[in-house]
């Protein structure tokens, strides 16, 4: 069992849709990002949370680290969305981050 | 402020030759860390270096893999006789405090195809 799990693994939806996509981890962390990967392969951070929640434009990243579990969510989402999201924790102790397999979205419009 | 910069941006090799992926951290940064893409699979982490330190390098392979991040110049991933199964993308971030106080900043990757 990978130590970072996302779901779902591939999502499509209509423009304009709200989404969540999450992230279940079974170890200790310090810290979760949610990455974006184009489709030209390009890596962009997007958060980096420990508590609580973050909001960018129309992004809102929430944590809660009892239950270890994160979900990223994009409100009127729109075509030019459409990526793989990645979640990664940050284990603690160590100074590397661990992967999710990540979720393929697809926006139509 | 220009982002990280990795070169070359896509490298072809016939097995048994080396390569040498090159990443530039931005500006003030002095962490450096190092991933890989296998196609069709997830991220995952190789090695992580300061200036003329290997921090962590649990994630890289024991023979043909080495990393460095000289005092001056970009810090460079060598694979040693390239097999097909070293066809990936590797990717470079760099933050300028520890992985644990900062985000990453990840680099357009390199593309490497194993003929």
């Known amino acids: 069992k990978n130590e970072v799990e996302q779901s779902p693994q591939n999502l499509t939806a209509q423009e304009g849709e709200f989404i969540t996509i999450n992230c279940s981890y079974s170890?200790?962390?310090?810290?979760l990002h949610w990455l974006q990967q184009h489709p030209g392969g390009g890596i962009v951070s997007l958060f980096m949370l420990s508590s609580g929640k973050k909001k960018h434009g129309r992004l809102i990243a929430t944590i809660n680290i009892q239950e270890k579990h994160s979900s990223l969510h994009i409100t009127a989402s729109h075509p030019r969305d459409s990526a793989v999201y990645i979640c990664a924790v940050l284990i603690q102790g160590a100074q590397k981050l661990v992967f999710g397999q990540g979720t393929r979205l697809t926006i139509n419009p | 402020n220009a982002g990280v910069m990795q070169n070359p941006r896509h490298l072809v090799r016939r097995r048994g030759q080396e390569a040498r992926l090159r990443c530039s951290p931005m500006k003030g940064h002095s962490h450096v860390y190092w991933y890989r893409q296998l196609p069709e699979e997830g991220l995952k982490f190789m090695v992580y270096?300061?200036?003329?330190?290997?921090?962590?390098e649990s994630g890289m392979p024991k023979e043909r893999f080495s990393a460095e991040f000289p005092k001056e110049g970009p810090s460079i991933l060598r694979i040693q006789q390239v097999v097909r199964g070293d066809s990936a993308a590797y990717f470079c971030?760099?933050?300028?405090?520890?992985?644990?106080?900062?985000?990453?900043?990840f680099g357009p990757g390199t593309r490497l195809t194993v003929l």
């Open positions: 971030a760099s933050s300028p405090l520890g992985v644990s106080y900062n985000e990453q900043f």
């Open positions: 170890v200790g962390i310090s810290a």
């Open positions: 270096l300061q200036k003329e330190n290997i921090i962590d």
